[in-house]
C-alpha cells in the first residue's frame, strides 16, 4: 500500500517532487509536517489544519501519547485517527529523543532504555520491540525505528557506538514489524533512522546499513540539535547521496525556512519541526518577506494584514496590529493567529518549492527564497 | 436607526420575542452576548463567532480597551470593529465595573472616578463624559452609561447615594451623547443602568429614573455581584415591570443557563456573562443535559461527542475523552473547543427560548430546562 512515485527532479540541484500514498491518502513531496507532539497541533482546530493550512500529514509523539493518554485509550479510540479525529496520514516519532531530552534518570543498555516519566517520575522501558508496538497502537501510517540520538557535540566513540547500537535495534524493529501486523487493519510502514552524528565516515556507514534495510522510506536523524548550519547540511548532501533515490527521504526536526529550502536542494523530502508553532507563541512570524517580531513597538498601528501574500485566512483577516495587541495582552487568540499563519506560510513554502522543481527553476527560485526569509522586517 | 420590535410576548409568563435593529444589522432577542474583554472573545476566532456560535452581538470592555491597546490605536483602526474585524453589532460596558473591580486606588467624587490601571499603575480619570467620549471612538453600536455598581452586601445608605450619583451622572451621560455624534457615520445608542442594590425601594426609584430618561434602551446593573439567585430574580422581575416594554432590557453579568431562561420569563431581552468562556477555559461544560466537568476520570475513555445535541463544529467533531486528554495537558486546543461548546450552547439556549416563546410553550420547556441545565453529569 505505501508507494512512492519520483516525479520531477531538479536539473540545477538533487530536489524532488514526488508522491506518497498511504493507507490514509497521498502526500506530495517535498512536504514539512506540523507537529501534533499529544495528539493536537497546539491552538490549532483539526479543520484548520486541513483547510486553511493544508498539512497533509502531521506528526504524534510516542513519548509523549505513550504517557498521556496511554495506550489503552488510544487502543480503545481505534488509535490517534479515532483519539483526535484527523483523517489524514500521520507519522510517529519512536519517542527516543524525547525519552533523552526530557526524562529523568535514563538507563541505556543493550536492550533498551529505562527511564522515568518527566510528568510523575514513574519508571518505564521503551526497548525496540516495545517502540513498534507503541507506535503500532497510536496508529501511524509512517513509524520510526527507535535509535538513540546523541548529542551534538559527541565524541567519535561515543557517536560510533551509539551508532552501531542503533543499527541494532533496527534489526529488531525489522523483524518486530514483520512479526506483527498493522493494528487497525490498515498497512504501517517503517522508517529506520540514519545516525552517526557529524562523522563523516559514521555517516556514511549509517547511511549505507540503513539504505540496506531496504525499508519503504528512510530518516536522517541527530540534526538540528545543534550543530552549525553547515554541519547539518553536509551531512545531509552526504547521506542523500548514499540513501536510495526511489524513497523518500526524511530529515527529522528541520528546521527554519531557509534550513528547508537548503535541504530541499540536497534532496530530502520530509520535515517536521516545532519551530512555526513555538516561535508563533512567542510572536514570531515566518513570511515570504522574512521574519516579524510581532511584539515590536513598529507594528502597533500597522493595520495591515499579518499577511497580505499567505491566503491562510488568519494571514489575512486580523492585522498587524491586532495580533501584535492580543500578544501583549497575552490572548489566547494571538498564539492561534500565529500558529495557524507560520504553518500556512510552511506548507506554501514546500509548496512553491514543490511547483518550481516540476516547472524546473527551483535553483534559482530557492537561492532568492533562501535570502528572502532570512531578513528582519 | 436603533429600533426594537416586540414581536411575541409569552402568555404564561413576561417573556418576550423583539427584534433589535442596528447600524451593523440585527438582533433577535433574547439574546446572548458573548463577552470579548480585550477586544476578543478568548480562544475563539471572529469566523467562529459568526458561524459556529452564531453570535449576533459581542461585547468590548471600556477599561480594558482603554488601557490597551488604547484609544489613538483604536480611532486609527476605525474602532473596535475595524481593529478586530468583527462585522456585527457591537456593545461596550462603560468602564464603572472594572474601575472597581480591578483598578488600585479608586476615588470617586461627583465628577468621576480616579484610579490607577491595574497594569503598570498609571493614573487615569473617568468621568461620565469621558466615559462617552471613550465608546464613541471604541465605536460601540450601543453604548453603556457610566454608572457605579456598588458591592453585595451594601448598606442602605451607601446604595442611596451611589444609585443617585448614578442618576446624577446619566444626566452629563445624555447631554454629552446629544452633544457628539456617531464617531464612524453611524448611530450609537446609549442604554443607561438601573442600580439600587437589592432595596426594592431604590430600585424602583431607580427604574422609574431610568424609564424616564427615555433611552432607545435600558439595563440592569448592579446585580450577579454575590447576591442569592432569589433576590437577583426578586429584583428583575420588580424593575422590569417598570422598564417601558417597548425597549429592550439588558441584565448585565447574567449568568448560568438557568439564571438566563428565569430572567428571560421576567421579561429580560439581553444577556452577557463571562460563564460560558471562563468555566470553558476549567473545563465546564454546559449542555442541554446537564453540567458536565470534563476533567473527571470517568470521561477518560467516553469517545461520545463532546454534546450529540450541539450542531457546533467542536461539539460534534471531538470526543469528551480527547477534551478530557488536552484538559489535562494543559493545550491550547482544550479551551478552544470548550469555548466554543458553551458559547455555541448559550446562543443555541436563548434561541431556543425565543423559538418557544414564538410558538407560545416557552413557560413549560423553561420549567423543564431549568431542572435539565442544573443537573450534574
Given at each position: 500500500m505505501f508507494t512512492f512515485q519520483l516525479q520531477h527532479t531538479d536539473p540545477k540541484s538533487a530536489a524532488r517532487a514526488g508522491r506518497i500514498e498511504t493507507?490514509?491518502?497521498?502526500?506530495?513531496t517535498p512536504i514539512f509536517m506540523p507537529v501534533g507532539t499529544l495528539g493536537t497541533v497546539k491552538g490549532v482546530h483539526q479543520r484548520e489544519l486541513e483547510s486553511d493550512i493544508r498539512a497533509q500529514i502531521i506528526l504524534g509523539n510516542t513519548y509523549h501519547l505513550y504517557l498521556?493518554?496511554?495506550?489503552?485509550?488510544?487502543?480503545?479510540?481505534?488509535?490517534?485517527?479515532g483519539f483526535n479525529g484527523w483523517k489524514r496520514p500521520m507519522l510517529t516519532d519512536s519517542?527516543?529523543?524525547?525519552?533523552?531530552?526530557?526524562?529523568?534518570?535514563?538507563?541505556?543498555d543493550e536492550e533498551g532504555v529505562t527511564f522515568r516519566s518527566h510528568i510523575d517520575g514513574s519508571s518505564h522501558t521503551f526497548t525496540p520491540e516495545r517502540a513498534i508496538d507503541i507506535q503500532r497502537i497510536i496508529g501511524a501510517d509512517i513509524i520510526m525505528a527507535f535509535d538513540e540520538c546523541p548529542p551534538y557535540p559527541c565524541?567519535?566513540?561515543?557517536?560510533?557506538n551509539s551508532m552501531e547500537l542503533t543499527h541494532r535495534w533496527l534489526d529488531r524493529c525489522v523483524k518486530r514489524m514483520a512479526e506483527t501486523g498493522g493494528?487497525?487493519?490498515?498497512?504501517?510502514?517503517?522508517f529506520p533512522i540514519v545516525q552517526g552524528s557529524t562523522y563523516p565516515d559514521l555517516r556514511r556507514k549509517s547511511a549505507e546499513t540503513i539504505a540496506a534495510a531496504g525499508q519503504p522510506g528512510n530518516a536522517i536523524g541527530g540534526l538540528s540539535v545543534g550543530e552549525p548550519?553547515?554541519?547539518m547540511y553536509e551531512t545531509t548532501d552526504q547521506v542523500c547521496h548514499i540513501l536510495p533515490k526511489d524513497k523518500p527521504r526524511y530529515l527529522m526536526g528541520v528546521g527554519t525556512p531557509e534550513n528547508i529550502l537548503e535541504c530541499i536542494a540536497l534532496g530530502v523530502d520530509m520535515f517536521d519541526c516545532v519551530l512555526p508553532t513555538r516561535n508563533a507563541r512567542h510572536g514570531m512570524l515566518y513570511t515570504s518577506e522574512g521574519i516579524i517580531n510581532i511584539k515590536n513597538a513598529k507594528w502597533k498601528d500597522d493595520f495591515s494584514p499579518v499577511d497580505a501574500s499567505n491566503p491562510c485566512y488568519a494571514s489575512q483577516q486580523?492585522?498587524?496590529?491586532?495580533?501584535?495587541?492580543?500578544?501583549?495582552?497575552?490572548?489566547?487568540?494571538g498564539p492561534q493567529i500565529a500558529s495557524l499563519h507560520n504553518l500556512s506560510f510552511y506548507l506554501w513554502l514546500v509548496g512553491e518549492a514543490r511547483q518550481h522543481i516540476i516547472d524546473g527553476d527551483f535553483a534559482s527560485w530557492k537561492e532568492e527564497m533562501v535570502k528572502r526569509v532570512q531578513r528582519r522586517l
Open positions: 493507507a490514509h491518502g497521498e502526500i506530495q498521556r493518554p496511554g495506550l489503552e485509550i488510544l487502543e480503545n479510540a481505534g488509535g490517534l485517527h519517542g527516543g529523543y524525547q525519552v533523552y531530552s526530557l526524562s529523568a534518570q535514563r538507563k541505556i565524541d567519535y566513540e561515543y557517536a560510533k493494528k487497525y487493519g490498515y498497512e504501517q510502514t517503517l548550519a553547515e554541519a486580523y492585522s498587524k496590529a491586532y495580533l501584535r495587541h492580543l500578544m501583549h495582552t497575552k490572548e489566547l487568540l
